[in-house]
């Protein structure tokens, strides 16, 4: 087996910016147990995993350090930028395990540019017992959430609850148990949470606990952000088609930036930029 292991940094122009994911392009792919010990090695919160082209699509598989993730928007927009970089512009079709996901790759002043078309958003309001539990994990109190944009479970490849707060104070302020809230996402099969506080009717300041994949907390999630669309789409809080633009990482350090279009139908678009962060490793076996 050959291939080449990329690392980038996504939805960031500037290295100490967004967040940062391995892409790991070979001639096939690795059983399960060696891609969990090379996403372990590169340290990232997901790695993702292409095999070979077979007339025009590409099969995908993201793991985080401990564990298989159904899809990963970060990982999926670095993959499209290095794909764009070896075989230029163009859509690149992804057979993920939750569907098929196509990649538009452009090049925009010297910038490669990738745009993710999500599978079918879904959408249900968020069981009291869950919000409650999860509130607890991250010691907030009811009367700190926004009324406006209801809890909800979100889905756009992986499941997100979506908590909107009141001010952007209470988001910034961010420390949560760590062992609690893993346990009530591995339980209720929740991906990360999907902390917002909306600026504006275009605009939101976002944050997204990943506990279940071994990291506190993830500067720039593509994934939660196609479901955050979705969500305001299909229970009718805003009206499509619509361009929203989210901002992530900034208290980490990492500033990211994330565009989403939300069409009248279908797939929601994620689009953003990433850089290289370090050459690129053969592999071989």
């Keep these: 087996m050959t291939a080449t292991l990329y690392r980038l940094s996504a939805f960031t122009r500037d290295p100490k910016g967004g967040n940062p994911a391995g892409v790991w392009i070979g001639d096939a792919l690795p059983d399960a147990a060696t891609m969990r010990g090379i996403a372990a090695e590169v340290g990232y919160s997901e790695t993702a995993f292409l095999g070979p082209d077979h007339d025009g699509v590409r099969t995908v598989r ?82 700190e959430l926004d009324p406006t ?14 908590l909107a707060t009141a001010s952007k104070a209470r988001l910034d302020a961010l420390s949560y148990d760590f062992a609690s809230l893993k346990a009530l996402m591995l339980r209720e099969h929740l991906t990360t949470l999907q902390l917002v506080w909306r600026e504006s009717s275009t605009r939101f300041h976002v944050r997204d606990p990943f506990p279940v994949g071994g990291v506190v907390e993830d500067p720039a999630t593509g994934a939660a952000a196609a479901a955050l669309g979705g969500y305001l789409r299909d229970a009718e809080l805003i009206e499509a088609p619509a361009q929203l633009t989210l901002l992530q990482g900034d208290v980490m350090g990492r500033p990211s930036q994330l565009e989403v279009a939300i069409p009248a139908s279908g797939g929601i678009v994620v689009s953003g930029t990433a850089v290289s962060l370090q050459r690129p490793v053969e592999y071989l076996s």
Excluded: K, M, N
């Design 62 to 143: 993201y793991y985080s350090p401990e564990a298989e993730v159904s899809f990963c928007g970060h990982a999926t927009i670095a993959a499209g930028v290095v794909l764009g970089q070896l075989d230029g512009a163009g859509t690149y079709r992804l057979s993920t395990a939750v569907g098929e996901v196509p990649v538009a790759v452009e090049q925009i002043d010297g910038d490669w540019q990738a745009s993710l078309v999500s599978v079918a958003p879904e959408q249900r309001t968020a069981a009291p017992a869950l919000v409650e539990a999860a509130l607890a994990s991250l010691g907030w109190q009811a009367d």
């Design 149 to 162: 944009l209801p809890p909800a479970v979100a889905y756009a490849g992986a499941w997100h609850l979506v």
